[in-house]
């Protein structure tokens, strides 16, 4: 089934309404590559956990259709499902389970024998081995995500979703989450995250897709994103104050910033050739003289919030 340049999941035209009349998603189209970090981003209630659970047949879509590396969702539901490992959203867990036995179990549920020195190297990758004989109700939240983590990894799946993996997490459990994430993608697994923090998705994703109001307003590799929407904004300091922008520069659309000391100038960064040269001359023709400049480029973050803002 799988050709390499296939993309490992096609969802076409897909579609959910739920029993209550509320439309989640709208006709989404969507192909992920075969070893790709793909984050969805959106805002709550958006459709990611939904068109997550779809793909991996929790929720049934309404129209549309998905394939797992050539196996559809519901035709080949075995076949699809056994190729993904699902870390959902909710925290489940089985209170008086120990890591050891749910691990071992939920391996057993897709049918794969048993490998206890895979399971060993899970629970170890996810620092969870010394608990491992403990009662999972005395673990803590964080060693909880982590086992949603280890048990969506026990029967070796070939694509692993991970809807909102970080909520909740502290700051070092997120670097090593990262850190498994890049090491499964180099094992060649294919990843799909959802996240609210849009330095996760600029830091870990090769491609990013938005989706909001259950549409996907937008899929792009990341670098190409930043590179098209990616303004970039100069900022001069000025030697002396002035009162308004000279006439001669009047072509720039530049602003005036804190009382007259700064002058801020907004530009497109993609280019080859930046426009800032042709600026500091025509400013050097207008005798304004600087005392210092920097230049910032917008976040992920700016370009997410001004596309669901537009989107609205
Ligand atoms: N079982 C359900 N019945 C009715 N409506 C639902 C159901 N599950 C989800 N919804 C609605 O569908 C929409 C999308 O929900 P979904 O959980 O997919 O969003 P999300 O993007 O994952 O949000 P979040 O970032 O908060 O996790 C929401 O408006 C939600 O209220
Ligand atoms: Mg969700």
């Not at 909520?167 to 090491?183: F, N, P, S, T, Y």
């Amino acid at each position: 089934m799988s050709d390499i340049d296939a993309p490992i999941i096609a969802v076409r035209g897909l579609g959910k309404t739920y029993a209550t009349g509320f439309t989640a998603l709208h006709d989404v189209d969507l192909d992920i590559r075969r070893g790709e970090i793909f984050a969805l981003l959106g805002p709550n209630g958006a459709g990611k956990t939904t068109l997550i659970s779809i793909v991996c047949g929790i929720v049934n879509a309404t129209s549309g259709s998905v394939r797992v590396d050539g196996y559809d969702i519901i035709d080949d539901y075995r076949a699809a499902r056994t190729l993904i490992g699902l870390v959902p959203q909710e925290l489940t867990t089985d209170a008086f389970e120990t890591p050891w036995n749910a691990l071992s179990f939920s391996r057993g549920l897709f049918g794969k024998p048993p490998a206890p020195a895979h399971i060993e190297q899970v629970l170890k990758d996810l620092s969870l081995w010394n608990r491992k004989d403990s009662r999972i109700m005395t673990l803590s939240g964080g060693m909880k995500r982590r086992l949603l983590i280890a048990k969506a990894l026990s029967h070796e799946p070939r694509i692993l979703f991970l809807d909102e993996p970080t909520a909740g997490v502290d700051v070092e459990l997120r670097r090593d989450m990262w850190q498994l994430v890049r090491k499964l993608r180099s094992d060649g697994v294919t990843i799909i995250l959802t996240t609210h923090y849009i330095d996760e998705a600029e830091e870990m994703a090769d491609r990013i897709g938005i989706i909001n109001k259950g549409e996907l307003v937008l899929v792009e590799q990341k670098s190409e994103l930043m590179r098209k929407l990616g303004r970039k904004q100069l900022t001069l300091q000025l030697h002396e104050p002035l009162r308004e922008i000279p006439p001669a520069l009047a072509g720039y659309g530049l602003e005036l910033a804190d009382h007259g000391n700064e002058l801020t100038y907004t530009y497109e960064g993609a280019g080859d050739r930046s426009p800032i040269v042709p600026l500091l001359e025509a400013l050097d023709d207008a005798g304004i003289r600087l005392r210092d400049l920097r230049t910032t480029q917008s976040s992920l973050e700016d370009i997410f919030v001004s596309l669901v803002r537009e989107a609205r």
